[in-house]
């Protein structure tokens, strides 16, 4: 089970990252059930990161703007077990999409 806390109305939940050679850590996510992928982090995050590029995609934003965004490929901890998982560099907060709680009860 994966459990999480609302802040300031927002549901958020921590994610634990595993980058090669360096120790786990955690950042927090608010929980985004309009977003369709797996995480977004602002760009300067995934820079810092060093999260490896995968390549461009295009999407629709909420504002019915289409962009091209680059998906970069980060390795978390997600309910026990490590997964690769896409990581779109895009926005201001870290957001969880709905793509990772594919197959999961969401309750909040």
């Keep these: 089970m994966i459990s999480g ?4 109305g927002r549901a958020t939940v921590n994610i ?8 786990d850590f955690t ?13 977004s982090l602002p760009p300067t995050a995934v820079t810092l990161l060093g ?6 995609m ?9 962009v091209i965004l680059p998906v970069h490929q980060g390795n978390i901890i997600w ?3 490590e997964r690769e998982v ?11 999409g709905t ?3 594919d197959g999961y009860e969401l309750v909040i």
């Design 79 to 81: 309910n026990g077990e």
């Design 99 to 101: 793509a990772l709680l």
């Design 16 to 23: 634990i990252f595993r980058l090669t050679n360096k120790p």
């Design 51 to 56: 999260l490896p590029f995968v390549y461009e």
């Design 5 to 8: 806390i609302v802040k300031n």
């Design 27 to 39: 950042i927090e996510f608010v929980i985004d059930t309009g977003f369709t992928e797996f995480l």
């Design 58 to 66: 295009y999407a629709n934003l909420a504002d019915n703007s289409n």
């Design 86 to 96: 896409n990581v779109l560099a895009i926005g201001k907060r870290p957001l969880l």
